[in-house]
């Protein structure tokens, strides 16, 4: 969850798939890390989720640069360890999700931060949120700098990874977050709050976790086919090009 993000109760049946979605990429795509760069990793909340999968001993740095003194010395877990500089070992598994979105030259960050972090062999993650005709004020509130097509975010790694799967997630949420631009075009608020609370009860939260994780299945069945279909975001997985490929381009 982004630092920006306040969340005081239980998480969003939207967050608790996703995180489900892509430690199930982590398992399908990377063959079981010890090592792992979550960046941008916010609160850490997923981090702690993954950690649970990876073999014992295993450690994830969250690298924030948001991160102030007191994000540094709250408690982790053990195996958790929170930096808000960049770190200097590159590991096998590299986490940049939702965090290009945030990144005003992505072009730079891509080749000198986010490339470095990944060890030859290695697995880059990454997930945008999709359709630059959906950014609203929510996105303004969250330091977005736009929204990503899939192609777009192709074109973003291309010159340094090789994309070796893709697809979307949430198609479900498509529809209510166009009806929800809409009304923004119309009513132009003045902003947006930023709130992840959730405090439906269980019955409703049940329902919306299962559509939800329905949602996310369907969309890891179809990213193995031709086939493309949108969603509310997109995601890659991606290895680092070779060094004599990259000075080729």
Same mark, same amino acid.
């Given at each position: 969850?982004?630092?920006?993000?306040?969340?005081?109760?239980?998480?969003?049946?939207?967050?608790?798939?996703?995180?489900?979605?892509?430690?199930?990429?982590?398992?399908?795509?990377?063959?079981?890390?010890?090592?792992?760069?979550?960046?941008?990793?916010?609160?850490?909340?997923?981090?702690?989720?993954?950690?649970?999968?990876?073999?014992?001993?295993?450690?994830?740095?969250?690298?924030?640069?948001? @991160?102030?003194?007191?994000?540094?010395?709250?408690?982790?877990?053990?195996?958790?360890?929170?930096?808000?500089?960049?770190?200097?070992?590159?590991?096998?598994?590299?986490?940049?999700?939702?965090?290009?979105?945030?990144?005003?030259?992505?072009?730079?960050?891509?080749?000198?931060?986010?490339?470095?972090?990944?060890?030859?062999?290695?697995?880059?993650?990454?997930?945008?949120?999709?359709?630059?005709?959906? @950014?609203?004020?929510?996105?303004?509130?969250?330091?977005?700098?736009?929204?990503?097509?899939?192609?777009?975010?192709?074109?973003?790694?291309?010159?340094?990874?090789?994309?070796?799967?893709?697809?979307?997630?949430?198609?479900?949420?498509?529809?209510?977050?166009?009806?929800?631009?809409?009304?923004?075009?119309?009513?132009?608020?003045?902003?947006?709050?930023?709130?992840?609370?959730?405090?439906?009860?269980?019955?409703?939260?049940?329902?919306?976790?299962?559509?939800?994780?329905?949602?996310?299945?369907?969309?890891?069945?179809?990213?193995?086919?031709?086939?493309?279909?949108?969603?509310?975001?997109?995601?890659?997985?991606?290895?680092?090009?070779?060094?004599?490929?990259?000075?080729?381009?």
């Amino acid at each position: 969850m982004d630092l920006r993000e306040h969340v005081a109760g239980r998480r969003h049946p939207w967050e608790v798939v996703r995180s489900r979605f892509f430690r199930r990429l982590v398992s399908v795509w990377s063959a079981s890390p010890t090592s792992v760069i979550d960046v941008g990793s916010g609160d850490g909340w997923f981090a702690t989720q993954l950690l649970g999968d990876l073999p014992e001993g295993s450690t994830i740095t969250c690298w924030d640069a948001n @991160y102030g003194d007191d994000d540094l010395a709250a408690a982790s877990p053990r195996g958790v360890v929170r930096v808000s500089t960049p770190p200097t070992t590159p590991v096998p598994l590299v986490l940049a999700l939702d965090v290009l979105e945030h990144i005003e030259d992505d072009q730079t960050f891509v080749r000198e931060q986010l490339l470095p972090l990944v060890a030859d062999g290695g697995t880059l993650v990454v997930s945008v949120p999709a359709h630059q005709r959906l @950014y609203t004020s929510h996105d303004r509130a969250l330091g977005h700098h736009r929204r990503h097509s899939s192609r777009s975010l192709r074109e973003l790694l291309d010159p340094h990874f090789e994309v070796v799967a893709r697809g979307s997630l949430f198609t479900s949420l498509l529809l209510p977050r166009a009806m929800s631009a809409l009304i923004e075009r119309i009513t132009r608020p003045a902003s947006a709050t930023l709130q992840s609370n959730w405090h439906h009860g269980r019955l409703v939260t049940a329902a919306v976790t299962k559509v939800l994780a329905i949602d996310a299945a369907l969309g890891l069945m179809v990213s193995r086919t031709p086939v493309r279909v949108p969603g509310l975001s997109v995601w890659v997985v991606a290895t680092p090009r070779r060094r004599a490929e990259q000075a080729q381009r």
